[in-house]
Each structure stands twice: as C-alpha cells, then as structure tokens.
C-alpha cells in the first residue's frame, strides 16, 4: 500500500477528529477570534473614516490614483486561485492526494475572492454608487459599459465567485448530514437545513459526484479569465511596461504560484492547531511544494520575457520606469521580490532536504510577501514616471491604506478560522470514500505493485 | 408500517441483503439504499437512472451565451456612445462577458439540476436513519406490503449481527 | 457639418505668466487647496503651465507649454470608465459626466497627459471667493474626476445663442476662459471642421505639432514652436 494508504485511519476516527473542531472550542478560539476581531474592526472604522473624510487622508495623489488598494485587489483575486488548481485540476486528473487538501484550499477561493472583491468598493471615490457596475434597467439611464476591464471585473469576479461558493458548498452537504446527526437543538436546525434533503441514496452521490464532475470542467476557465480579466485592468491603458500583450498569462501564473504558497501556510496552520497530523502528511506538502517550485520557474520565465522585450524596444518612457524598478527608487523592493519569489523557492524547494512542511511554509510566506510587492511595483512606479516629467510623483501610502491591508490579512484569518469552527475542514466522505475505490480506480497488477492496489 | 431496513457496517453484507431482496421480489427502484459515503466497488452503488446533467450543462451555458449577446448588443446598439474611437457594438470585449455568462449558465445549470434530480428541495423525504451518517449502511424497504414484511426480513438478516429496524 | 473644436498653443508667444490656470480656476469653479495638499499632489490644474529647463548655466532658457486635456479622438480615457462618464459627443469633445462618475480613476491612470484630477474632498472656498462662483458650471462633490471641458458652458452658450438669432457662428466668438485671457494671445480655439478657420489655419502650420503624437491618441491641440522638438 502506498504511504499515505497504510497511515489512513479508519472511517469512525476520521469522523471523530474532523468533527472534534466543531464539537469542543477550547480559549485560544475565543482569544484568536477577538484579537483578529478587533484588527477587523480597526480596518472597518479606517474605510469607514475614508468615506467620511474624502479619499484626502490616503496616500492617493496626482498622477499616482491607484496605491495600496489595487494591489491589495490584485493580491486577494491571485491568492483565490488556489482552490481551483488543487480542486478542479486534480480532481479532474483523479490525483488521489489531494483528497485532505481540496475543502482547505476551496475555502481560501471562497474568502479570499470576498475579500478581494470589496477593494474595488474600497478604492472607489463614490462606493455608495458602486451598484452601477450591474446592468439594471435605470430611469436615469445609468448603464455600464461592456467595453470598460472594470465592467469585465465585475462581471468574472462574480462568475468566479458564485461558482466557486457553489464548488465549495456541494461536497460539503453530506459532511453538514453527519454534523446534523450529532448536534442538538438550534445547532441541528441549522445544520439540517444547510444539509437540504441529503440522505445518501446511490443516486445523490452519482448526481453529487457528476455535479462536481461538471464544475470542476467550468470552474478552470473561469479562474483563468478572471486573473486575465483583472490584467486587461493594467493593459487596456497606455502606460509605460502596463501595455503588455504577455500580462495575462503572466497574472494567471502569478495568482497560481501565489496561491498555492497561501495554501501551503494555511494547512501548515491547521495541521499545527487542529491536530491533524493524521490527514495532512509531509507528502502532501512536498508535492505542493514540487507545484511551487514549477510556478516559481514559470514565473521567473514571464518575468525574463518581459523584461527582456521591453529592453530591446528601449522606448524613453517604458525604459525610464525599468530602470525606476531596476536600479533607482524601487530597486530595494524590486531585488526583494527577486529574492522571495525565485531564489528562496528554488533553493528551498529544489533540494530534497529542504522540502520539509517547515521549509515549504518558509518559502511560501516569502513568495506571499514577494508577490504582493510584485503587484505593488506593476502598479505604483509606472504610474509615478507616466511621459511628461513635468507630472511625475511619488507615492506615499498613509495610515489609513495600511491599516485596511493589515486587516483583510486578519480578516482571511478570521473568516477561515470561524469557518474551521463550524464546518470540518476536510471532506470526511471523501476521505472515507477512498478506502473503498471503484473497480475503474484500481490499477493492474504488475510486479511492483502487486495485488492491484490503489495509489492514493 | 413506514419501512423495514437492515444497518450493516460492511458493504459486501450490504450487498448481499440488496441481492436478497430482489431475489424477494422487490424491485430496484423500491429498495432504499443509503451509505455514508459513494461505494463505487459495490454493485448498488449503480443503481441509479442515468443522468442527464451534461446536457443541462450545456443548454444552460447556451442560455447565459444567448442572453449575454443579448445584452450586450441590444444595449449598446441603443445608446450609441462613442468611447475611445471603439466601433459601437464592439465585438472584441464582447467576447469576456458573453464567455462569462456562458460560464454562469452553465454553474447554474448543473446546481439546479442537481438540487433537482437529488430530491435535495422535497419537504417530504424517505426514511433516514442517523446510524447512516455514522458509518452504517441502511438497506430497507419502504411502505411493504404487510404479507411480504416476513419475507424481506428473511432477505435482511442474511448476515449475522444485521440490526433489523421496523418503523 | 458638425463641429470639431480643438485648439492650438503657440509656445512662441507663451511667456509662462499662468493667467490661463487663474482664468480657468474662476470660470470652472475649481477651488484651491492649499499649499500643503497641493504639495501631497491634490491640486487640480485643469490647464496647467509646464515649466521646463534647457542646458546649462549660463546657457539655461525656459520653455513653457500650457497643457489642459487633449480632447484627443482616440481618447485612452474614455474606453475604461465603466460608467460611461468619459465618453464622446458629437462635436469632438471628451465629456466628462459628473453624476455617473463612481470614482475608479482607471481614466485618470489611462491618460498619457495627465490632465484628469480627482476630487480628493468636497470644494470649499474661502470667503469672500465663495461669492464669485460661475452658475453655469457645477460644483463637483468628493470623489469625482474632473478635467478641462474647452470651457463647454461657454460653446453651449455661444451656440444657442447663435441658434437663437438664427445665424451660423463666427470663428473666434466662442472663447474659452483660458483664450479669452492669455495676454499673449498664445491660445486659439476654434472649429477643426471649418478649413478657413484661425485654429485649422495653425494645425497646418509647419510650427505645428501634437503633444506625444506617437501614443496614437489622435488629440487635438496643435502646440506650435519654432524651435525643434527635444
């Protein structure tokens, strides 16, 4: 049996540690809840303030409109593209281990695509108005306009998001069946009414499994035009290194790569603090980590393009900002997220030794931190040095965008921590189903494994 | 009587009560089967009517593609502003939103056909038995005729130690 | 024939006094906002007077170039805004829409020139300024864009006016503020459709360019200069 068959426990004791969460809450709950509360709320109140003072106290300025909250937009919508990879693709490839990791990696789709969708109302000068985006039939004949990437965000981010939640929320019916059977009270209404009518006939888990089956086909498409969307934001306009036809795929690698180090932090976390050693193995961690380092490759690769393309067009104002990000103002920050997201990933993912969950995590919180900046530096330097001299800036972010960005970091944490609380975070049917595969899933017998058995 | 059902911990004696009572005279379609999680390795696991999802699917994408063109034409062609030197109706950018109302149709599609065809919506369910969700397999019968009830009780307690429930 | 407006700078007259910002800042209803703000980069120039240095000391000579908002045919401003507040009107202006302006600044970041302002707080003027506000043109709330309009209050006006009177219009009557102002006489306006007129006559000139012309945004005011272009 392969490893992860042989430490596969037994279908009672899945139940009972995945349902342990839910069923005792111990003070450091309560305690992490508050503390990320209370940065939650100062975010809120900072936003709240933004909209009463005027857009005055951030650090927003001539020519420089877009700061800390596109970045931020830009940051969360890539982060979101780390469900659908490990779900929709191995599932699609009947890649047995990603079987612990497909709920944890959905819900940060699922929170990560809300968060990032309120930083287009965060950064708009009149977000009371921000329902103008959808297409409603208005006295006033306020319509939006389908030409305009903005209108195209709206319309992918919402796609992606609806089909995301429902990608999330159909596996876990069966779970909510289970929950319901043990709570009481208000407790079981509630999870009897989000467990609909389950029951487990044949054909509900056919209809079940063709269903995910169906959305795991759509969902990939979607994710893919939606980072691709939110590039078209950056090279619709005519700004000196934004006008690039290779944006698209870039941003798309980019959220992939970003996305799969969010993964890897956030089951490291889980594993630690609910005890789930016995689901999450160093395997899944290294195999996510294998996935890193390809998107780490991929990505230095777009990176070399670019830069190397615009370096031979050396046209004044695109090479103006090269060097701007190269050398000059921002070239700290620049050979940082060199650092981040190529040297610490390859080196740590490339040597065998170093793949352990430890190391996996420490690469992964440095392409975190690198790929922010890398959002932070498309955007900010280009835009102070656009082609009159005579109009360039320099950006200064303020209290009030810092604060909103260290909150929607709580605010993942929170969200995912409450949602670890009332829903198990690993798919105990899916789990429980594995050990006993369809005929289809058992291989041949060959010499090296004999017997005919499964590789989960 | 509401039902008659059998809980079996393993799936090969679930098997066999299923075997059984269809060797009883019951029909397929009448015999209730719920497990805890997909047994695709056992034969009841199959016994279900095909599904026509993918097609649903698909007309669903057809429907979003149909009602973005919609959309996109009807509406620009009526307020023809000009912006950017762009054509009118300008099919290029058209192409993302007619794609991701495509891509919505056919979401919701497969949601509303699965909420359907899985009866998840009905007010009035079969039987259920919370011993399913903790790992027990429930093979029944519901509504049995009261001459059969001897027969298929016979049909369950083919393995020893089957709890035989009567509601 | 329908009405193209532009414009046409002659550098060669313009001695850089800023008569035009202080002209279009009382004709537009733009308030002022202070040295401090103005330092964070929130003052909103609609017309502004680009200051540039040439070689060295004592070889040094300035050159001036007003620039306001191009109104430019292939305007990069007016396909992003995802309300349609930036968009194109028949006689060859860039509207600029306030009330459906939800604040994004995705036209502001698109504009080559820069010459798109945001309304980073409500107006405030100090008395007794509030007095010589213009009713002809609104006052813009927080978190809006706003730009140079050709001063259109002043074109509608000049041209119900000469509907009125049942006449065609005369080249040279519609002014802008920033025209009517220059003492230099620097500044034409003028319609782009009508060959004969002074501002059609400047953009044939041989002095005659277009303010980052290779960027394909097709503007239309002519910058005129002996000199040759850096």
Redesign the interface.
């Known amino acids: 049996m392969s490893s992860v068959g042989t430490m596969q426990p037994v279908p009672d004791q899945v139940r009972a540690d995945l349902l342990r969460p839910l069923l005792r809450t111990s003070w450091k709950f309560y305690s992490l809840v508050l503390i990320l509360g209370a940065i939650v709320v100062a975010a809120l109140t900072a936003w709240a303030t933004q909209m009463t003072l005027g857009f005055g106290i951030s650090g927003i300025r001539w020519p420089i409109y877009w700061g800390f909250y596109v970045t931020n937009f830009v940051f969360w919508i890539g982060i979101s593209h780390a469900g659908t990879l490990i779900s929709a693709i191995l599932r699609l490839v009947n890649a047995g281990w990603r079987r612990p990791v497909t709920r944890c990696a959905e819900v940060i789709t699922a929170f990560a695509l809300m968060i990032g969708a309120m930083f287009p109302i965060i950064h708009l000068g009149r977000p009371w108005l921000a329902f103008w985006l959808f297409p409603y039939p208005s006295e006033r004949m306020i319509w939006p306009n389908f030409r305009s990437p903005l209108v195209w965000d709206f319309f992918a981010i919402n796609t992606y998001l609806t089909g995301s939640v429902l990608f999330l929320f159909l596996p876990m019916i069966p779970d909510f069946a289970v929950v319901r059977d043990r709570a009481t009270g208000m407790r079981r209404r509630i999870y009897g009414a989000l467990a609909l009518g389950w029951r487990g006939t044949p054909t509900q888990w056919h209809r079940l499994e063709t269903a995910m089956q169906i959305m795991a086909v759509a969902i990939i498409p979607v994710a893919v035009s939606v980072h691709t969307i939110v590039s078209f934001d950056f090279s619709m306009a005519p700004v000196p290194l934004w006008q690039s036809t290779i944006f698209g795929p870039y941003f798309v690698a980019g959220a992939i790569f970003s996305g799969i180090a969010g993964l890897i932090i956030a089951m490291a976390l889980l594993r630690r603090f609910l005890h789930l050693e016995r689901y999450l193995h160093p395997v899944h961690f290294q195999n996510l980590g294998k996935l890193l380092l390809m998107m780490a490759l991929l990505w230095g690769y777009f990176v070399f393009n670019e830069r190397l393309v615009t370096y031979y067009g050396n046209r004044v104002s695109d090479m103006q900002v090269f060097w701007r990000t190269q050398r000059l103002t921002f070239a700290p920050l620049y050979w940082t997220m060199v650092g981040c997201n190529f040297v610490l990933p390859l080196v740590i993912m490339g040597i065998s030794r170093f793949r352990t969950i430890t190391g996996c995590v420490i690469a992964s919180i440095g392409v975190v931190i690198g790929m922010w900046l890398e959002r932070f530096l498309i955007i900010v330097p280009a835009l102070g040095h656009k082609y009159l001299p005579y109009s360039f800036g320099v950006y200064r972010p303020q209290p009030v965008e810092i604060v909103i960005t260290i909150g929607t970091f709580a605010a993942m944490a929170l969200l995912y921590v409450l949602f670890a609380k009332f829903v198990p975070i690993i798919s105990m049917w899916e789990l429980t189903a594995v050990q006993h595969p369809g005929p289809a899933l058992i291989p041949p017998a060959t010499a090296e494994h004999p017997l005919g058995e499964t590789h989960a | 009587m509401k039902a008659i059902y059998g809980l079996y911990t393993e799936g090969t004696a679930a098997q066999r009560a299923v075997d059984h009572l269809r060797a009883a005279g019951v029909a397929d379609t009448d015999i209730t089967i719920l497990s805890p999680e997909p047994r695709e390795d056992l034969a009841f696991s199959h016994m279900h009517p095909p599904t026509y999802m993918w097609w649903f699917a698909c007309l669903g994408g057809l429907i979003g593609c149909a009602t973005a063109i919609a959309l996109v034409y009807i509406t620009e062609a009526s307020w023809p502003l000009v912006v950017g030197g762009l054509p009118i109706v300008a099919w290029w950018p058209n192409l993302i939103i007619m794609f991701e109302l495509t891509m919505l149709g056919a979401i919701a599609a497969t949601v509303i056909t699965l909420v359907v065809s899985a009866g998840l919506a009905r007010t009035r369910q079969g039987i259920y038995d919370p011993e399913v969700s903790s790992g027990s397999i429930l093979v029944g019968v519901e509504r049995p005729a009261l001459a059969a009830i001897a027969a298929y009780e016979q049909a369950l307690s083919t393995t020893p130690g089957a709890r035989i429930k009567k509601i | 024939m329908a009405h193209k407006w532009g414009m046409a700078a002659d550098l060669d007259r313009c001695t850089g006094c800023g008569a035009c910002v202080t002209a279009c800042h009382a004709e537009n209803n733009i308030s002022t906002v202070g040295a401090e703000?103005a330092a964070?980069?929130?003052?909103k120039h609609w017309i502004?007077v680009?200051?540039?240095w040439e070689g060295e000391f004592p070889d040094v000579h300035m050159k001036f170039r007003p620039?306001m908002c191009q109104q430019c045919?292939?305007?990069?401003?007016?396909?992003?805004?995802?309300?349609?507040a930036?968009?194109?009107t028949p006689d060859g202006l860039n509207a600029q829409v306030y009330n459906?302006?939800?604040?994004?600044?995705?036209c502001?970041?698109?504009c080559?020139?820069?010459v798109r302002?945001?309304?980073?707080?409500?107006p405030s003027w100090e008395k007794p300024l509030h007095l010589q506000l213009n009713p002809d043109v609104s006052l813009r709330?927080?978190?809006?864009?706003e730009k140079c309009t050709f001063c259109v209050q002043r074109i509608k006006a000049t041209a119900i006016q000469a509907e009125a009177e049942n006449r065609e219009l005369k080249d040279g009557e519609i002014k802008p503020a920033c025209v009517q102002t220059c003492p230099a006489t620097a500044l034409v306006f003028g319609d782009l459709n009508d060959p004969g007129s002074e501002v059609s006559r400047l953009a044939r000139s041989p002095r005659g360019s277009k303010?980052?012309e290779d960027?394909g945004?097709?503007p239309k005011v002519t910058y005129l200069s002996k000199q040759t272009q850096p």
């Not at chain 3, 459906?100 to 995705?106: D, S």
Request: hydrophobic content about 35%; charged content about 20%.
């Open positions: 703000q964070r980069g929130r003052a502004r680009e200051r540039y620039v045919d292939n305007a990069p401003c007016e396909p992003v805004c995802p309300t349609y930036s968009h194109h459906r302006c939800i604040g994004t600044r995705y502001a970041n698109a080559p020139y820069n302002f945001f309304d980073f707080f409500n709330e927080v978190g809006v864009m303010l980052l960027l945004t097709l």
